[in-house]
């Protein structure tokens, strides 16, 4: 092949490479970006892609992706339950805070009364004792040995002043006797208390007038012991006595006898006396209470009959 030939040769190789060249650079130039965005931890499949003509417009695709799972919140934590607090007891009043409150319910009773004796005569005995105000109409409880046979009843009040009285009820057995004072007046009970829960060693008082001029005195003890027999003569005993070591006089039967917080919890009713032939004692501190349970039990029958009368 003469020059001429070779170079036109190499023209038309060139001419050609060239058209090719074009037509790859269109293709490559007018190719779309990737129309399919996925998450970086999402498998898509693969697709095929066709070339759009220049004027199309690229949609962009966007899968729908399930949500991200919702971490679960964390357990709502149960309160610890409140501590269970202790009632607070209330405190105990002081000696001189039961004897202020309850000595407006203390009386002393005073009963004249006629002993008959023999040959159809009679002599007149006063008889000094204490009582306990248990309703503010002014019905108060005492001994039967203080206020039976009455003549003539005075009760002394803590102030001083004296009223007059009537017997309502009595029995002679259990020792215990309802009166009433005689004025229209609206008087101080003493409240009263359980004597079934008393336990031997309780600290007691007794309130009362020894010797009948020695108005509300007050001695204190214990309780010594629980449902205690007392053979008064051969003929009566008495049973379920509260015992206490408290210092009881001749004037404090039919007294009070108060717990701890100034309730009543017994009607005062004896003391045990033993001497010798000397006359030196043999016993000392050894008295005796009618148990509230059981007063309280014939003062509200009383009562329940002079209501109803």
Partial sequence: MNRVGRWFEVFLVALIGGAVGAGMMWVLTERPAPATVARADTVLPTATFTAPPPTATVALVIPTLPPPTATPAPPTATPEPSPTLEPTATPLPSLAEIVERANPSIVTVINARSIPGINNTTSEELVWGSGVIIDSRGYVLTNEHVA???????????????????????????????????????????????STKLRVGDEVAVIGSPLGNLRNSVTTGIVSGLDRRVYVDEDATVSGLIQTDAAINRGNSGGALVDERGRLVGIVTLIIRETTIEGDPLAQGIGFAIPAADARAYAEEWLTDEDNY
Avoid: S
């Fill in 148 to 194: 039976g046979a009455a003549q003539d009843l005075i009760v002394t009040m803590a102030n001083g002043r004296n009223a007059p009285a009537r017997y309502i009820a009595g029995d002679g057995i259990v020792d215990l006797a309802l009166i009433k004072i005689e004025w229209d007046w609206r008087f101080e009970k003493l409240p009263w208390g359980d």
